[in-house]
């Protein structure tokens, strides 16, 4: 995780912007796509419930953050249902998918309960699922996502509901 974002011109090396983080900006949580930057700004569910434990408090939650990428301007802002710990993007449906991806092999607090799917334009939710448990990353193919661990299974990347395809290791 990152305390802050800095957003270059890959041509001249010239800082374009920079953002400070009020929480963490994890590596997982940060993809662009379209002139577009999509960021979670926030602290894993699995992380924060250790801070609630040894007695820390925030007023403030995990946010989504949509930003013009030359410019840094919020675009859009999502603060209800952010539990995700790993962003991916369909950019031929133009869909923003939160999940988790906790595995044995992934850090400790990853989260690997939950997915929301967004339109990338004005963060519309398209559907979610917030009990939703998986093992992550998630694979993004087409018109479905797969489920990843020690089994997975195709998704609709439009409904959630299952697409029928499957696999085991």
């Avoid at 995780?1 to 590596?27: K, N």
Wanted: glycine residues 12%.
């Amino acid at each position: 995780s990152s305390r802050d974002l800095c957003v270059m011109d890959r041509e001249s090396g010239r800082v374009l912007w920079t953002r400070r983080a009020e929480f963490t900006f994890r590596h997982n949580t940060i993809v662009a796509d379209n002139g577009r930057l999509f960021v979670i700004d926030g602290i894993a569910p699995n992380a924060l419930s250790q801070f609630v434990f040894k007695g820390y408090r925030s007023k403030e939650s995990s946010k989504l953050y949509a930003l013009d990428l030359k410019t840094g301007e919020v675009i859009w802002r999502r603060d209800r249902d952010v539990v995700g710990t790993f962003l991916g993007i369909s950019a031929d449906h133009s869909l923003l998918v939160q999940a988790g991806s906790g595995y044995r092999d992934r850090a400790w607090d990853e989260s690997s309960r939950g997915i929301v799917v967004y339109r990338v334009a004005d963060g519309t939710v398209v559907w979610k699922d917030l009990e939703f448990a998986h093992g992550g990353p998630l694979m993004l193919n087409g018109n479905e996502f797969i489920t990843n661990g020690g089994a997975g299974a195709g998704y609709s990347l439009f409904t959630g509901k299952k697409s029928g395809w499957q696999w085991l290791r």
